[in-house]
């Protein structure tokens, strides 16, 4: 079993940035792909961002935050990061992190993944 436990969130004005955290226990995140979801009030959730497994050589982004959103993964730390800059109003959800071992699975937002955090408030203020 994997615990996802994500961090980081909070209340920033239009323009600024976050980092966030999803941290692992139970096992290692190593062999996993990860990614980033997000869910604003009344809407389906949302792909944000994926980072492939082991080395995280690849990354693919939603369009929606192409060039402003980074993921990124610290093996060692069992941690993986969402770096959000030139943050919106339209960003603000709930984000959170899901693992699983298929990498189509993460990137095509399959509705079942193999473990996800509860994830933490994005609040971006205009």
């Known amino acids: 079993q994997v615990q996802l436990v994500e961090s980081g969130g909070g209340l920033v004005q239009a323009g600024g940035s976050l980092r966030l955290s999803c941290a692992a226990s139970?096992?290692?995140?190593?062999?996993?792909?990860m990614g980033w979801f997000r869910q604003a009030p009344g809407k389906e959730r949302e792909f944000v961002a994926a980072?492939?497994?082991?080395?995280?050589?690849?990354?693919y982004y939603a369009d929606s935050v192409k060039g402003r959103f980074t993921t990124s993964r610290d093996n060692a730390k069992n941690t993986v990061y969402l770096q959000m800059n030139s943050l919106k109003p339209e960003d603000t959800a709930v984000y959170y992190c899901?693992?699983?071992?298929?990498?189509?699975?993460?990137?095509?937002?399959?509705?079942?993944?193999?473990?996800r955090g509860q994830g933490t408030q994005v609040t971006v203020s205009s």
């Open positions: 139970g096992r290692t995140l190593s062999s996993y792909t």
């Open positions: 899901a693992a699983d071992s298929r990498w189509r699975a993460v990137v095509d937002g399959a509705h079942v993944l193999q473990y």
């Open positions: 980072i492939s497994r082991w080395t995280g050589s690849s990354t």
